[in-house]
């Protein structure tokens, strides 16, 4: 085929294309896609992420937030932790929280410091993740988790126990709000990458039987702080 004939047919093709381009029709604006929500955004979210699977709870204070962990810990009686580093939980002083219960501090300082093989044992040891996250919404009952350095995706993805700390200040409505959330970052400070979960780790068998932690954490708790 010449060069000559091989472009004829990209124009012909885009030309046809165009012809079933969609057309926003005038007044139409993202507004109008929006669900309706409630007064209260900590309930919606609560009453979403119970059907999802998860285990929620509201607490008023971080140091409220501390006793639900120490709760989760007397049940799963975990050995290690790995946590983000992230505003929301040095709030809780895991640092200095963690060890006094029992339980090792994995995180992005302590694993930096490790050899691969041996960061990969540690990593793997850990029977709780602990994080908090970008923002949470109330439509799905989801988290949505951007990542980065001090922010490992794994947290959330291989312990088989998963804590998400969250203040109300971080629920948003719906997914506009998420896209307007990381619009603001665009392009720069855009992270490595965004995670949604909703909910424990779920997966089908070919009996189209549903079960629960077979890839990732089958337990899954969200601890909202809400002062109000």
Not at 2 to 31: D, K, M, W
Not at 78 to 106: D, M, N, T, Y
Request: aromatic letters at 6%.
């Amino acid at each position: 085929m010449s060069r000559e004939t091989f472009l004829a047919r990209v124009r012909q093709a885009a030309a046809a294309g165009r012809a079933y381009r969609v057309h926003v029709q005038p007044g139409i604006t993202a507004e109008m896609g929006r669900a309706a929500h409630g007064a209260d955004l900590v309930v919606e979210f609560i009453a979403e992420v119970t059907k999802a699977g998860g285990r929620p709870v509201v607490v008023r204070t971080p140091e409220e937030a501390k006793q639900q962990l120490v709760e989760l810990f007397r049940f799963y009686e975990p050995r290690s932790a790995l946590c983000w580093q992230h505003p929301v939980l040095e709030k809780l002083q895991l640092a200095e929280f963690l060890p006094s219960h029992g339980v090792e501090q994995i995180d992005f300082a302590v694993i930096a410091r490790q050899d691969f093989d041996h960061r990969r044992g540690t990593i793997l040891a850990a029977d709780i993740g602990i994080t908090s996250a970008d923002c949470a919404v109330a439509e799905t009952g989801s988290l949505v988790m951007a990542h980065g350095a001090g922010l490992e995706r794994i947290a959330s993805l291989l312990p088989p126990v998963f804590v998400a700390v969250v203040e109300r200040a971080q629920i948003v409505p719906d997914l506009f709000d998420v896209v307007a959330h990381f619009g603001g970052r665009l392009p720069e400070k855009l992270p490595s990458n965004i995670t949604f979960i909703t909910g424990p780790s779920k997966t089908g068998d070919i009996e189209s039987k549903l079960v629960t932690g077979v890839h990732g954490p089958g337990k899954w708790h969200v601890i909202v702080i809400d002062p109000q």
